[in-house]
Structures are given as structure tokens and as C-alpha cells.
């Protein structure tokens, strides 16, 4: 059965750090990413990383989070430094398969306290 599965979520004081992981099962992901979704808002891009490591960040990100892939186990991490309460959201993680099939996490809570 293909799912993904997150971890790494939770409550952190502005200007901390916090890393989310995502493990794809049943599949072979050939982009991961992370997406987020704050309350009254869109599901917006974070991160996303190809099997090949090519990366594209929003620009609200650049330069604090950082998104890597261990291939061998399947699994995406998002490193998040220096976060801001605006981060504050639910953390979706997502891959795209070969036949450019979603798939999508049950998400993961940030919240960031000022």
C-alpha cells in the first residue's frame, strides 16, 4: 500500500529550529516535497527536492529551511531554521511518482510562538 508518513512536528519559540521527516512506502518517489497550509489559507510550496537532489524553495524560505532525501531509505527531511510564528501552519509532505501519480501525508502540526 503507497503512503507517506511524517514526523518531526511541534511547538517551538520564534528564532528556534525543528526537522520534519517523511518515509514513502509502497512506491518510488521521483520528487518529494513539503507543502503547508496556515488556517484561511491556501495549501502553498515549501520545499521540494527531485531524486537527483534538484531542489526548489519558496522565497519565503530561502535561506532557513533546508530540504535533503536519503534515497536508500525512501525518506525527505525539511530542516527549518530561524522560524517565524508566519511559518505557523500544518506541514503536508508530498511525492510524485513515476506516472506523476500525488501522493500526500496526513500532515504534521508547526507551530511557532512569538
Known amino acids: 500500500q503507497a503512503q507517506l508518513v511524517e514526523s518531526g512536528g511541534g511547538l517551538v519559540q520564534s528564532g528556534g529550529s525543528l526537522r520534519l521527516s517523511c518515509t514513502a512506502s509502497?512506491?518510488?518517489?521521483?520528487?518529494m516535497g513539503w507543502y503547508r497550509q496556515a488556517p484561511g489559507k491556501q495549501r502553498e510550496l515549501v520545499a521540494t527536492?527531485?531524486?537527483?537532489?534538484?531542489?526548489v524553495y519558496a522565497d519565503s524560505v530561502k535561506g532557513r529551511f533546508t530540504i535533503s532525501r536519503d534515497n536508500a531509505k525512501s525518506t525527505v527531511y525539511l530542516q527549518m531554521n530561524s522560524l517565524k510564528p508566519e511559518d505557523t501552519a500544518v506541514y503536508y509532505c508530498?511525492?510524485?511518482?513515476?506516472?506523476?501519480?500525488?501522493?500526500w501525508g496526513q500532515g504534521t502540526q508547526v507551530t511557532v510562538s512569538s
Open positions: 527536492i527531485t531524486r537527483f537532489y534538484t531542489t
Open positions: 508530498n511525492a510524485l511518482n513515476h506516472v506523476d501519480l500525488n501522493y
Open positions: 509502497g512506491f518510488s518517489a521521483k520528487r
